[in-house]
Nanobody, 120 residues
C-alpha cells in the first residue's frame, strides 16, 4: 500500500508563487519517477513536471521557465516551486509516483489532489 500526501495548494494573485510538496510512504516501497499533473475543469489531466531518481526532469510546455521541480530521493519527497503564476495555472494538482511494492512491477500511484487557484 502506497500513500501520497500533498500539501501547499491555495489561492494566490497572478504573478505570485506557491510551493507544493508530496511525500510517498508505505512498507517495502521503491519510488522511481515522481512528479505533478494538473486538471482544470472540463479539461484533460496534463503533465506539469516529472523527475526521475537520476535527476532527469521534464516539464509541460506551458510551465517551462516558471515552475521548478526538485526532490529528495531518500525522503521520497518531491516539490514543485511555482513562480509567475497565471490565471490559466488554476487547476487541481495531483502528485504522481511510480512505485514498486515488495519488488513487484512499477505502478502509478496518485495523490488526492490539491487545489491551486490564481486570481487574475
Amino acid at each position: 500500500q502506497v500513500q501520497l500526501v500533498e500539501s501547499g495548494g491555495g489561492l494566490v494573485q497572478a504573478g505570485g508563487s506557491l510551493r507544493l510538496s508530496c511525500t510517498a510512504s508505505g512498507t517495502d516501497i521503491n519510488v522511481e519517477a515522481m512528479g505533478w499533473y494538473r486538471q482544470a475543469p472540463g479539461q484533460e489531466r496534463e503533465l506539469v513536471a516529472l523527475m526521475t531518481t537520476n535527476n532527469y526532469k521534464k516539464y509541460g510546455d506551458s510551465v517551462k521557465g516558471r515552475f521548478t521541480i526538485s526532490r529528495d530521493n531518500a525522503a521520497n519527497t518531491v516539490w514543485l516551486q511555482m513562480d509567475s503564476l497565471k490565471y490559466e495555472d488554476t487547476a487541481v494538482y495531483y502528485c504522481l509516483a511510480d512505485v514498486e511494492v515488495n519488488g513487484g512491477p512499477l505502478k502509478h500511484s496518485w495523490g488526492q489532489g490539491t487545489q491551486v487557484t490564481v486570481r487574475s
